[in-house]
């Protein structure tokens, strides 16, 4: 039984298999949750295409947060296929050309596996009444003063 078994999560900003989203989307997915994504405009088709490359092929669901029917419609969408959402991801990714060379840990923008690990905790009942306001997984950049 994996972290997120039976959590049901929503994951924006799935464009590629390399994107930040992605990973977060194929981590949660293997510790056991149904996924929902979302995609807009030109970006549909990229999110639907790419959703194909995750455990189970979570369907894909239009939302653009600049329509003022769509939030109401992805709410009702959501309640009539699972009831309610057990969480949610909006991904979105900022890296400077430095960010390698400057974490005292180490850090590949490359790879998304330290930022889909801590998304998946967050996600999951290890961190109850936790808000998550502000978590920095950025291989010590931002502790530096960066």
Do not use: C, N, Q
Not at 15 to 37: K, N, P, Q, R, Y
Not at 42 to 59: D, E, H, N, V, W
Not at 61 to 67: I, N, R
Not at 96 to 103: C, D, K, L, M, T
């Amino acid at each position: 039984m994996g972290l997120l078994t039976g959590k049901r999560i929503l994951v924006t900003g799935v464009l590629t298999a390399e994107s930040m989203a992605f990973g977060i989307a194929s981590a949660a997915a293997a510790e056991g949750a149904d996924l929902v994504l979302t995609g807009a405009g030109r970006g549909l088709s990229l999110t639907k295409r790419t959703a194909r490359k995750l455990p189970g092929s979570p369907p894909v669901l239009a939302f653009d947060v600049t329509d003022a029917g769509h939030p109401a419609a992805l709410r009702s969408e959501l309640a009539d296929r699972w009831g309610s959402v057990d969480g949610a991801v909006h991904s979105f990714e900022t890296f400077e050309h430095s960010w390698a060379a400057r974490a005292p840990l180490g850090w590949d923008v490359k790879d998304s596996s330290s930022v889909a690990k801590a998304a998946v905790a967050l996600l999951s009942d290890w961190f109850p009444m936790t808000t998550g306001e502000m978590i920095h997984v950025d291989g010590g950049y931002h502790a530096v003063g960066a």
